[in-house]
């Protein structure tokens, strides 16, 4: 279990463009309710995402650290295949996790990292969420 829990999950059916789940994590992260300056978190993320966000085991993990945020934030998605963004040949993006960290704990954004990686070094956790009907269950998985 991560004791990190997503704001925002979604599970996409059929393949999805990453701009369009990055977009749509972005904006489940802003309406979580919790402040932060979005117009500047957003272009920290770009230029995350401008230099490399694959991680392997089908992982997309555009991040942050963003000054004032309190604890880490996150949003998770799932879909057969997350495609437009580079990925090493003969692999697919099927996990997105957004995070947003607060700049001035390197420890808080480690921990969301690792917790993260964790799961999805565990095989049937992966088959799990990509069997995931919803959102919500998708959610319970963490």
């Known amino acids: 279990m991560s004791s990190l829990i997503p704001v925002y999950t979604q599970v996409y059916k059929e393949p999805v463009a990453f ?3 990055l977009g749509y994590a972005f904006e489940g992260l ?4 919790v402040p932060f300056d979005a117009l500047s978190a957003w272009k920290l993320v770009e ?3 401008g230099q490399g966000i694959y991680m392997g085991s089908g992982l997309l993990l555009p991040h942050a650290r963003i000054q004032g945020l309190e604890s880490p934030l996150m ?9 437009g963004v580079a990925v090493p040949q003969n692999e697919k993006a099927q996990f997105l996790c957004l995070l947003l960290s607060p700049q001035e704990s390197a420890t808080a954004h480690t921990v969301a990292i690792a917790g993260v990686a964790k799961l999805l070094l565990d095989p049937e956790w992966k ?8 959102a919500a269950s998708l959610k319970v998985l963490f």
Do not use: M, N, Y
Request: proline content about 4%; aromatic content about 4%.
């Open 47 to 49: 230029t995350r995402v």
């Open 127 to 134: 088959t799990k969420a990509l069997a995931c009907a919803d």
């Open 30 to 33: 802003v309406s979580a309710g």
């Open 19 to 21: 701009q369009k789940a």
């Open 75 to 83: 949003a998770f998605a799932v879909a057969p295949e997350i495609q």
